[in-house]
């Protein structure tokens, strides 16, 4: 959690917010399928609904008040992953920035998986 004070108060902001401010930002960008996460029973990689968006993101907190941010996704057949993966970079960084006041150290992309069809 990071707390933004100023002189009418402080504001904290918690780890769920910060997944599904960039589970949503993420899950919008250009050939992106969803966010990926594996099941503990048999091992695969499934699509994540939209209520859990945050659950494919994994936040880690520094110590200057910068986060890191790791999502694990899915993408569509056919998709340039390399542009998809800088896309995803930018919007994230840029969305989260923006909605919290937090600056993003890094965004970590994790292709989990390719839907076909």
């Known amino acids: 959690m ?4 100023n002189e009418n108060g402080s504001v904290c902001v918690s780890t769920s917010v910060y997944t599904d401010i960039a589970g949503t930002a993420a899950s919008n960008c250009f050939g992106v399928k969803g966010m990926a996460a594996r099941s503990v029973t048999d091992g695969v990689y499934h699509l994540l609904r939209k209520e859990s968006m945050g659950k ?3 936040v880690q907190f520094h110590e200057d008040d910068t986060i890191s941010i790791d999502l694990h996704i899915m993408v569509d057949n056919g998709v340039n992953l390399s542009a998809v ?3 995803i970079i930018a919007e994230v960084r ?3 920035t923006k909605c919290t006041g937090t600056e993003v ?3 970590n992309v994790y292709v989990d998986s390719m ?3």
């Not at 990071?2 to 004070?5: F, G, M, Q």
Request: a positive charge.
């Open 105 to 107: 150290r890094a965004v």
């Open 85 to 87: 993966g800088a896309s």
């Open 115 to 117: 839907m076909i069809g």
């Open 2 to 5: 990071i707390c933004h004070n």
């Open 56 to 58: 494919g993101v994994r």
């Open 94 to 96: 840029y969305v989260v």
